[in-house]
C-alpha cells in the first residue's frame, strides 16, 4: 500500500463504504449505497445474542433516485443488520429526504430531516458521500450528452471544463482543493484569466 511501513498491529474492525451510480431506463437515476461495520473476533449481544466473526454489526443500504437537476424524487433505506432490534424502525423516516435538491446546503437541510431520533447516525454518515457520488454520476453524464451534439474536442480539460459548467461554472470549483487553486496548472490551462500563479508558458490542452 502506498503508506508508510505501519507497526505491528492486529485488526479490530473494517468498515466499508461503497456507492454507485446508475442510469436508469426512464432516464433517472439512482445512486445507491451500502455500509457495513465488521470486527475479527465474535461477541456477545443483547438483541441477537451473538454476534460471530465478520458478520456485520451494520450492513446498511441507501437509494436516492434523482434527476437531471438533482432533485431527489425517491429515496428508500434498508437496514438488514444492526446493533439493537430497534435500529431498522429508522430506515423508512430517510423518504423524508424526497424533494430535496442536491446542491450547497444539501447535507444540512437532509441532516434536519432525519435529525436525531428520527434517524440512523450511520446512514446519515453516508449522505455527504452519496451526494458526492450523485454529481459524478450526473453532471458527467448530462456532459458527455451535450457534447455528442457539438464539435467540441473530447479531451479530458474540455470535457471537465463542461461537467464545471453543469455544476454552475468554474467559481463554483476553483479554490475548493489543491488541484482547483487559483494557482494550479489545471486553471492556467482550462481557466487562464482565473490564473493567479507565476507567468509561465501554457500547458497543451488534453
Known amino acids: 500500500m502506498p503508506l508508510s511501513t505501519p507497526a505491528a498491529r492486529e485488526p479490530l474492525h ?6 454507485n451510480g446508475y442510469r436508469r431506463a426512464d432516464g ?25 466473526p ?10 436516492m433516485t434523482v434527476n437531471e437537476t438533482m432533485e431527489i424524487v425517491a429515496c428508500e433505506a434498508a437496514s438488514d ?5 430497534v435500529c431498522p424502525k429508522a430506515a423508512p423516516n430517510f423518504a423524508a429526504l424526497t ?28 449522505l455527504q458521500q452519496m451526494a458526492t457520488t450523485a454529481f459524478q454520476t ?11 451534439a457539438t464539435s467540441v474536442p473530447r479531451g479530458s480539460d474540455k470535457f471537465d471544463a463542461k461537467i ?14 489543491l488541484a482547483y487553486g487559483t494557482d494550479s496548472p489545471v486553471i492556467q490551462r482550462r481557466w487562464p484569466h482565473l490564473y493567479t500563479g507565476p507567468a509561465q508558458e501554457t500547458q497543451a490542452a488534453d
Open 81 to 85: 443488520f444492526t446493533p439493537y432490534a
Open 99 to 126: 424533494g430535496l435538491h442536491i446542491r450547497p446546503g444539501f447535507l444540512r437541510e437532509a441532516t434536519n430531516r432525519v435529525r436525531g431520533t428520527l434517524g440512523c447516525t450511520h446512514l446519515r454518515e453516508m
Open 14 to 19: 473494517t468498515r466499508r463504504i461503497e456507492i
Open 164 to 177: 464545471a459548467e453543469k455544476m454552475g461554472g468554474p467559481t463554483s470549483i476553483v479554490g475548493t482543493c
Open 54 to 63: 465478520n458478520e456485520p454489526i451494520h450492513d446498511l443500504w441507501m437509494r
Open 138 to 148: 450526473i453532471n458527467p453524464a448530462r456532459a458527455r450528452n451535450d457534447l455528442k
Open 28 to 52: 433517472l437515476f439512482d445512486i445507491e449505497g451500502r455500509l457495513t461495520d465488521t470486527k475479527p473476533f465474535g461477541f456477545p449481544n443483547h438483541d441477537r445474542g451473538y454476534v460471530a
